[in-house]
Each structure stands twice: as structure tokens, then as C-alpha cells.
């Protein structure tokens, strides 16, 4: 498994950076650079809780929200896929990436945000990853400084 750091600057408070990403309207439009139609689904979005991350078709993956420290740093921990809204055994192949972690870091600095966020890939989504990220970060920054 690869980490991959994506950072971005942002002319934002941290507080609006945070809502940007995770309030659940602003999620689904930073996140179209994935799919289309993207959203995450979770009973609280509090530390220890699991997150479904979906398409709309009902693919995607479950994982645990493992750290959050609010407007400074929150993890994932990616646990297997999703299947029709289902949550799928692990198999082989998910196996390569279960407990893989995705963590986003807001620093302040003079002109806003520094917001770097470290991915854990593997190989056949590595240049998807670096494609993709980078345009939903530039999607987040337009949310944060915009709205």
C-alpha cells in the first residue's frame, strides 16, 4: 500500500473549511470529481462510529471514523466494500486494503487553511487517486472560499 499527500491552501477559517467538507450537502458536491452523486451515511459523525461512503447506485465502502479532533485533523480507517447497500465479507482482494486510513489536517496559517490530507492506496488506484484528488480538493477550496 501507497500513501499519497494531497495539500491545498484554502482562504477560510477553519471552521468553514471543516463544515465544507463534512457537512453532508457540501460532501456530495466536493466529492462529484469521484462519482457523481456521492454521499456518506453514518448514524453520528462522531469518533468510533462507522461511515458508509456510497454511490448512488448503493457501491462503495464502510469504514470507522477513527479520530476526530473538530476543525484540526479527522481519520478513517477503511474496513471492506458495499454492495447494494450491503456490506460485503472481506475477501482476497479487499483483504490488500482493509485498514487502510484517510486523514484530513487543517493547519492555520497567516492566509487561511492548510489543508493536507494523506490517503492509503493501492497500486491500481494510485493513478486514479492522484488524477481525482487533486480536482475535488480545488472543489473543496471553491465551497470554502465562495459560500
Request: glycine letters at 4%.
Amino acid at each position: 500500500m501507497t500513501s499519497l499527500i494531497f495539500t491545498i491552501q484554502i482562504k477560510a477559517t477553519p471552521e468553514k473549511v471543516w463544515h465544507s467538507l463534512w457537512d453532508s450537502e457540501n460532501y456530495k458536491i466536493w466529492t462529484t470529481p469521484f462519482c457523481q452523486g456521492s454521499y456518506y451515511k453514518t448514524d453520528h459523525f462522531t469518533e468510533g462510529n462507522k461511515i458508509h461512503f456510497l454511490t448512488p447506485d448503493g457501491q462503495g465502502m464502510y469504514s470507522v471514523i477513527e479520530k476526530i479532533d473538530p476543525y484540526e485533523y479527522l481519520a478513517f480507517r477503511h474496513i471492506g466494500n458495499i454492495k447494494n447497500f450491503e456490506e460485503l465479507p472481506i475477501d482476497n482482494e479487499t483483504e490488500k486494503w482493509t485498514n487502510a486510513l484517510e486523514t484530513y489536517r487543517l493547519v492555520q496559517v497567516d492566509s487561511g487553511i492548510t489543508l493536507t490530507v494523506i490517503v492509503d492506496t493501492v497500486d491500481n488506484f494510485f493513478d486514479f487517486m492522484n488524477k481525482v484528488f487533486p480536482l475535488a480538493l480545488n472543489e473543496l477550496k471553491n465551497i470554502s472560499e465562495n459560500n
